[in-house]
């Protein structure tokens, strides 16, 4: 099969850091289908040669393993061209035709890298100049609009020139081998499926902790926050892997049925949900793994006055037969104290206590994301030591089931990029996410922002390297819960 994949965007963050580097590994790997070429588009007036040397250099910022060796790079190279257009010039669309004409490929991927404000022009352009065709796939990245207004226009636009089949809506947590493997939890082994309701389960939290601030991209987040950025899209993909009903087969729109009733049966949020429920904050200058930071307002790119959030935590509740009364909390956040994203279940403690209890710690599982990828199961067991022995009550003491899937798998597996672009190019939709889950997670998250926009207070201060606001602290306390780390 051969494909061209055009990468509108191609000499930015995204692409460099992110996209040439999985398909760099898809070529490795020998899993991208031979017969292709990857186009770049961007202003710049480079040729092949220079955007080939761009990217090469570039190469040398990726880590030891994932960078190419001798020889390696030239082979891939012979892949990369580059095509100039300036995405608001009409004229610009017909060179772009003209270099997809002469060559009819089979498949044709837009991959929109770009700054989401230039997606419905260029989709505009794409069909105006006749190369929406059946064989075209569209790329969306994230974030899709700025809120359910703008998401909506977007997929309009979207839909007007292509058909749903042919719209690749990236959130690529979707992609993550460790997101996967919850999926297969779930709905690949019955154990845990009758255990899996209020009945059994006390809560969940799903927590996307970042040590980093904003990098380079000061302006992109400033005008995006925490809300948008992470829970709107990942956050919430994440809630519906974990509550979703099995779907009746692995289908893309079998999964994503499931996925939107899901986001459909979240609670509507009430004046007070929204002011005891859902925490804001934003870094102040702090110390990370022992270096100094300063705080969100001092990076490159921030308004000093901003109040834009780098953290968000709230609890959440699905008003259905499985989940009513389960609060869901999700929590996010910038220079955190580590790099950690992971996902908490907490069953119900044994009805009756035979056994003088250890309090907390065990009865959960814990679902590692990333770095570490893997499942941790915390039971009570009885240590069994001679100073218990003969002690009719015995203390039991929390121990762990550990499966690392890293050390199981090999830590060469595929990554979230690579993983969904091979899917892209060979037109699997099951891990993109369609309009209607996307437009039904901006309805629930807009009364939030509106609460904010209303609101005299501002984020709250967290000192970088913390946890977050003691506010999300004591959110989860009122209900008798603790952020596993506080546990
Ligand atoms: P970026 O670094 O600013 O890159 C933007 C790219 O678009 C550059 O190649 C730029 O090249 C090109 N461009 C801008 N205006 C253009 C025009 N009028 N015509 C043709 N090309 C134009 O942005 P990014 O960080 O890569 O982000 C790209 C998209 O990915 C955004 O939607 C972002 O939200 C999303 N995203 C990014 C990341 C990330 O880690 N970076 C993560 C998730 C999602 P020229 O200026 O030379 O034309």
Redesign the pocket.
């Known amino acids: 099969m051969s494909f061209d994949l055009v990468l509108?965007?191609?000499?930015?963050?995204?692409?460099?850091?992110?996209l040439m580097p999985a398909l760099f590994q898809a070529f490795r790997h020998g899993s991208l289908p031979a017969g292709g070429r990857i186009i770049?588009?961007?202003?710049?007036p480079l040729s092949d040669e220079q955007y080939r040397e761009l990217i090469r250099s570039r190469f040398d910022e990726v880590e030891g393993s994932k960078r190419p060796g001798a020889g390696e790079f030239e082979r891939f190279a012979q892949l990369l061209h580059f095509l100039r257009?300036?995405?608001?010039?009409p004229a610009?669309y017909q060179r772009l035709g003209e270099l997809l004409r002469q060559r009819g490929a089979d498949v044709v991927v837009m991959y929109?890298?770009?700054?989401?404000s230039?997606?419905a022009c260029?989709v505009e352009q794409l069909a105006a100049a006749g190369l929406n065709t059946p064989n075209t796939r569209l790329v969306l990245?994230?974030?899709l609009g700025h809120d359910l207004q703008s998401n909506r226009a977007i997929n309009e636009t979207v839909r007007r020139v292509l058909q749903e089949r042919q719209i690749f809506r990236?959130d690529?947590y979707l992609g993550k081998p460790s997101v996967q493997n919850l999926f297969a939890l779930r709905f690949g082994n019955a154990l845990f499926e009758p255990l899996w309701r209020r009945e059994t389960i006390a809560n969940i939290q799903i927590s996307i902790a970042e040590d980093l601030g904003v990098e380079?991209?000061g302006a992109?987040y400033d005008s995006?926050g925490a809300l948008r950025d992470m829970v709107q899209n990942h956050a919430l993909q994440l809630l519906c892997a974990l509550a979703m009903e099995p779907p009746i087969n692995a289908h893309a729109d079998a999964i994503r049925d499931e996925k939107l009733k899901v986001l459909r049966s979240m609670k509507a949020w009430t004046p007070q949900a929204l002011s005891q429920h859902v925490v804001r904050g934003q870094y102040g200058p702090g110390t990370v793994h022992g270096e100094s930071v300063p705080a969100y307002t001092e990076e490159p790119g921030v308004r000093p006055d901003s109040t834009t959030e780098t953290f968000v935590a709230l609890r959440a509740e699905i008003a259905n037969w499985r989940w009513a009364g389960v609060p869901f909390y999700i929590r996010t956040g910038k220079r955190l104290a580590g790099r950690d994203a992971r996902i908490v279940v907490s069953f119900r403690p044994a009805p009756h206590a035979i056994y003088r209890s250890p309090g907390n710690g065990a009865n959960r599982l814990v679902i590692h994301l990333q770095p570490k990828d893997g499942l941790e199961l915390h039971l009570l067991a009885q240590a069994q030591d001679g100073k218990q022995a003969g002690r009719v009550q015995q203390q039991l003491t929390p121990v762990h089931l550990d499966l690392d899937f890293d050390k199981r798998f090999g830590s060469e597996r595929v990554g979230a990029y690579e993983r969904l672009l091979l899917d892209v190019i060979e037109g699997r939709l099951n891990l993109f996410v369609r309009a209607d889950e996307q437009e039904e997670a901006w309805r629930w998250v807009e009364p939030i922002l509106e609460h904010w926009r209303n609101e005299a207070e501002g984020p709250r201060p967290y000192a970088a390297g913390t946890w977050g606001p003691s506010a999300s602290s004591a959110m989860i306390a009122r209900d008798g819960n603790c952020w596993l780390e506080e546990c």
């Open positions: 509108f965007g191609g000499t930015g963050d995204l692409a460099w850091r992110k770049g588009v961007a202003r710049d257009m300036d995405l608001s010039q610009d929109l890298a770009t700054a989401p230039l997606f260029t990245e994230k974030p990236i690529h380079k991209r992109f995006t």
